[in-house]
């Protein structure tokens, strides 16, 4: 007598179907993320290669040629910093492992987000200033260690002090800040501001005027929409945003705040657009 078949595994089954299993694991969606940074790396520093072969191959560079290799180079830091971005936010966004609360002080994490992407703002000629919470400026970001609420935290920290996920509210705030960096022009700039509030603290990052008000009135319109879910209108395209504020709006709902777009200045050729976001001092447990 033959024994019976052995049951068909997953993968013969989704196969058989017709239909591929669904990727479910982090490590898994990881790699292939790993995977397709390291080909699109590859591809950018071969250019990079080029632009310093070319380079050295001039005595005297003419001075469009010099330009030109300069925004070569420029190009290039910048793909490979999008490229480093995209890599966490495509994990984070794969990622649902419950979050794991706990007290941190966003005053702290902003301050580091800053100086994380300082940087990036330089290479593009933004101005990115240094932290105001309440109106008072800090410039010098506190130890890693002050980024969680210990026993006996002043005041003045706990007043920044929000139930959250550090894990995923540290890249929050870098991804947000990437944001404006990149849509502010050569030349302008971008602040962050903290708010303390009874029932929440509320983060806001100021861009610089448009010279168009006509351009920072859609550009409200799109984020308000896109923070809210609203579908587009009957025959209207739907709006495209950065990953950056894909990532950001998924991490906002998971820690319980609101996203809103704001407008700051009474001049109405300039107007500057903000995002906000409130986060509750305490989470809703189920």
């Not at 404006?180 to 030349?187: H, K, T």
């Amino acid at each position: 007598m033959q024994s019976p078949d052995p049951p068909a595994s997953n993968a013969q089954l989704a196969g058989s179907s017709g239909s591929a299993e669904p990727v479910r694991s982090v490590q898994e969606v990881s790699t292939l993320i790993e995977q397709s940074a390291h080909d699109l790396r590859s591809s950018l520093n071969a250019i990079q290669s080029w632009a310093y072969v070319l380079d050295r191959a001039f005595d005297t560079t003419p001075a469009p040629a010099q330009r030109a290799l300069d925004g070569i180079r420029s190009g290039m830091q910048q793909q490979l910093a999008l490229i480093e971005e995209m890599e966490e936010a495509v994990r984070l966004l794969a990622d649902e492992s419950p979050p794991r609360w706990q007290q941190v002080d966003l005053r702290a994490l902003a301050i580091q987000a800053i100086a994380d992407r300082r940087q990036a703002a330089e290479a593009r000629g933004v101005l990115l200033s240094a932290l105001s919470a309440d109106g008072s400026i800090w410039p010098v970001p506190p130890a890693a260690a002050a980024a969680v609420t210990a026993p006996g935290a002043t005041d003045a920290v706990a007043a920044y002090c929000v139930d959250g996920d550090a894990a995923r509210l540290a890249p929050l705030l870098r991804h947000l800040l990437v944001h404006c960096i990149w849509r502010a022009p050569a030349g302008g700039a971008v602040s962050v501001h903290l708010f303390s509030e009874p029932d929440y603290v509320k983060l806001r990052i100021t861009e610089s005027p448009s010279l168009d008000s006509q351009r920072s009135a859609s550009r409200l319109a799109a984020l308000t929409d896109f923070f809210g879910r609203r579908p587009p209108q009957a025959g209207e395209p739907p709006s495209r945003q950065s990953s950056a504020l894909l990532l950001t709006r998924r991490m906002v709902e998971m820690h319980g705040a609101v996203l809103s777009a704001e407008s700051d200045g009474c001049d109405s050729d300039k107007v500057s657009v903000c995002i906000a976001v409130r986060f509750p001092r305490h989470m809703r447990r189920p």
